[in-house]
């Protein structure tokens, strides 16, 4: 499977949905390839400015680290590493990123929330993953 335009809008539409439904707030959803490049956003209306940003960090960070942005912080925290050390000023360890998974286990990109409570993020987040590897629509 990999991560196309179509599978792209598809989880932004759900991850937008997942978080009025389930929370009623409006949130940003960045999705992004298993390099880390920007793929597609979405921005509900009245979702923060600041969530535009953080929500594209999420997504980086969870390709770039290989793992969701909750274990990253809980990482730095465990072996007491400032992220600084990492030597690029676009991670995050805020919670709200989760690595997008094929049916194999095969990273194909990221996806990052931002907007909601940090707990909330990272729920929207995996719901997001959770989709990616369980598209019904996907014939890859």
Avoid: N
């Amino acid at each position: 499977m990999s991560l196309d335009l179509k599978l792209t809008r598809d989880l932004l539409e759900h991850a937008i949905t997942q978080a009025g439904q389930k929370f009623e707030k409006p949130a940003c959803v960045a999705v992004c390839d298993a390099q880390g490049f920007l793929i597609g956003f979405f921005r509900a209306d009245g979702a923060p400015l600041r969530s535009i940003a953080l929500a594209q960090q999420k997504a980086y960070t969870a390709t770039r680290m290989g793992c969701s942005t909750t274990a990253f912080l809980a990482r730095l925290r465990r072996d007491d590493i400032p992220i600084g050390y990492f030597c690029d000023p676009l991670l995050t360890a805020l919670p709200g990123g989760a690595l997008l998974l094929d049916s194999t286990g095969g990273v194909i990109g990221g996806v990052g929330v931002s907007g909601l409570a940090p707990e909330q993020d990272q729920e929207i987040a995996d719901c997001g993953a959770d989709f990616t590897r369980h598209d019904p629509t996907s014939k890859r």
